[in-house]
T-cell receptor, first 112, second 115 residues
Framework: DAKTTQPNSMESNEEEPVHLPCNHSTISGTDYIHWYRQLPSQGPEYVIHGLTSNVNNRMASLAIAEDRKSSTLILHRATLRDAAVYYCILRDVREGAQKLVFGQGTRLTINP | GAVVSQHPSRVICKSGTSVKIECRSLDFQATTMFWYRQFPKKSLMLMATSNEGSKATYEQGVEKDKFLINHASLTLSTLTVTSAHPEDSSFYIC???????????FGSGTRLTVV
């Protein structure tokens, strides 16, 4: 399985943008980049995913490098409720309902 | 959107007893479900993959006789922790997939404390 590397922790201020990086230098052509986040004492929740093009949804934006070896999750205006652990995961869609393997993720702290 | 209900959210049991945790997909049929455990301040560790109507596939190092998984229907999977011990205390989380790109929906987790 291709692996991802994320910083252990990041800190930002409320109402400021946050850029969460993820490196995946061994990504294959059929790997989608998924982001999930886990709020304290809850199960993870889906944030966004993409293959090659940048993606936007109501929660966040995903910027994917041209060589696909890295990506950045962008929270445009962080709130206290965005404090969570963010996981960047690669998923090969050729294999159907493949298991999701979580790395260590980035613990995001938002200061008021 | 897809919803996965996990029950109970918290359970305390005595050493040596068994505990069953349920995971239900409420508005979709889940061909595959996954079970994870998570220790404090740590990441999720996949325990097993559960496919409807067949035996679960366990990850290396996970005792299948201790963590019994049953996926009897397309909307229900159960995890039974048998003869629980204090070291089994953990946060257990289930996840369900419809098999498409859509992604995975997670339950809210079950905090098991064995005393």
């Amino acid at each position: 399985d291709a692996k991802t590397t994320q910083p252990n922790s990041m800190e930002s201020n409320e109402e400021e943008p946050v850029h969460l990086p993820c490196n995946h230098s061994t990504i294959s052509g059929t790997d989608y980049i998924h982001w999930y986040r886990q709020l304290p004492s809850q199960g993870p929740e889906y944030v966004i995913h993409g293959l090659t093009s940048n993606v936007n949804n109501r929660m966040a934006s995903l910027a994917i490098a041209e060589d696909r070896k890295s990506s950045t999750l962008i929270l445009h205006r962080a709130t206290l409720r965005d404090a969570a652990v963010y996981y960047c995961i690669l998923r090969d869609v050729r294999e159907g309902a493949q298991k999701l393997v979580f790395g260590q993720g980035t613990r995001l702290t938002i200061n008021p | 959107g897809a919803v996965v209900s996990q029950h109970p959210s918290r359970v305390i049991c005595k050493s040596g007893t068994s505990v069953k945790i349920e995971c239900r997909s409420l508005d979709f049929q889940a061909t595959t479900m996954f079970w994870y455990r998570q220790f404090p301040k740590k990441s999720l560790m996949l325990m097993a993959t559960s496919n409807e109507g067949s035996k679960a596939t366990y990850e290396q190092g996970v005792e299948k006789d201790k963590f019994l998984i049953n996926h009897a229907s397309l909307t229900l999977s159960t995890l039974t922790v048998t003869s629980a011990h204090p070291e089994d205390s953990s946060f257990y989380i289930c996840s369900a997939s419809t098999g498409g790109w859509y992604g995975y929906t997670f339950g809210s987790g079950t905090r098991l404390t064995v005393v």
